[in-house]
């Protein structure tokens, strides 16, 4: 009995100190841990931040270059043209039909573009190996796997007399994306690329 009047006093007199302002109480506080969701999420080194609608994206984009191509079994001879050729526009590489024999230089006003020759392109097959090719380096740079980056190419810009040679070649954008980390989790603080 004697304890629980002791107790009551006890809490009596913290409770008149208390409002008397005599004795401070803790603060009720709650430490925000470095990497937790009040910190933030950042984009990795080299990657730009930006809002989609609700969506936050880190992306990367570099350019790569792949040749123009034949790929058209009927016009498998490629012609390096060269610029001010008459009948191509701007000196355009072309793919001639099998027993048609042009050079750079020589005209193909009389040819029928279609029937004689076509402008040599892009292969689509080649743009995606290579775009699958940069996304398992960037994977790998950036020390994960290839499921963790996504790749996507562009359009491709033809280049004219870009190539080798004047052969013409083309640019094609690729973008990477990767999901965004925690601020100061892999390799210290990072900061959204500017």
Same mark, same amino acid.
Request: net charge positive; aromatic share 4%.
């Given at each position: 009995?004697?304890?629980?009047?002791?107790?009551?006093?006890?809490?009596?007199i913290i409770a008149a100190a208390v409002a008397a302002g005599s004795l401070a109480t803790p603060a009720i506080s709650h430490a925000i841990a470095a990497g937790g969701p009040a910190s933030g999420v950042v984009c990795r080194a080299g990657y730009t931040g930006a809002i989609d609608g609700g969506r936050f994206k880190c992306s990367k984009?570099?350019?790569?270059?792949?040749?123009?191509?034949?790929?058209?079994?009927?016009?498998?001879?490629?012609?390096?043209?060269?610029?001010?050729?008459?009948?191509? +526009?701007?000196?355009?590489?072309?793919? &001639?039909?099998?027993?048609?024999?042009?050079?750079?230089?020589?005209?193909?006003?009389?040819?029928?573009?279609?029937?004689?020759?076509?402008?040599?392109?892009?292969?689509?097959?080649?743009?995606?190996?290579?775009?699958?090719?940069?996304?398992?380096?960037?994977?790998?740079?950036?020390?994960?796997?290839?499921? #963790?980056? #996504? &790749?996507?190419?562009?359009?491709?810009?033809?280049?004219?007399?870009?190539?080798?040679?004047?052969?013409?070649?083309?640019?094609?954008?690729?973008?990477?994306?990767?999901?965004?980390?925690?601020?100061?989790?892999?390799?210290? +603080?990072?900061?959204?690329?500017?």
């Amino acid at each position: 009995m004697k304890s629980l009047k002791t107790l009551l006093l006890t809490k009596s007199i913290i409770a008149a100190a208390v409002a008397a302002g005599s004795l401070a109480t803790p603060a009720i506080s709650h430490a925000i841990a470095a990497g937790g969701p009040a910190s933030g999420v950042v984009c990795r080194a080299g990657y730009t931040g930006a809002i989609d609608g609700g969506r936050f994206k880190c992306s990367k984009a570099n350019v790569i270059t792949v040749v123009l191509e034949c790929n058209t079994p009927n016009f498998s001879t490629y012609v390096v043209r060269a610029p001010g050729a008459p009948g191509t +526009p701007d000196g355009k590489d072309i793919c &001639t039909r099998n027993g048609v024999s042009v050079g750079s230089t020589d005209s193909v006003v009389n040819l029928v573009r279609g029937q004689d020759y076509e402008f040599a392109k892009v292969n689509s097959a080649t743009v995606t190996t290579r775009t699958n090719n940069q996304d398992q380096t960037e994977a790998s740079s950036l020390g994960l796997s290839a499921s #963790d980056v #996504d &790749t996507v190419a562009g359009q491709p810009v033809i280049v004219l007399n870009g190539g080798v040679g004047s052969k013409d070649n083309a640019n094609v954008t690729l973008t990477h994306f990767t999901f965004a980390i925690q601020t100061g989790i892999i390799g210290g +603080p990072l900061s959204i690329a500017r």
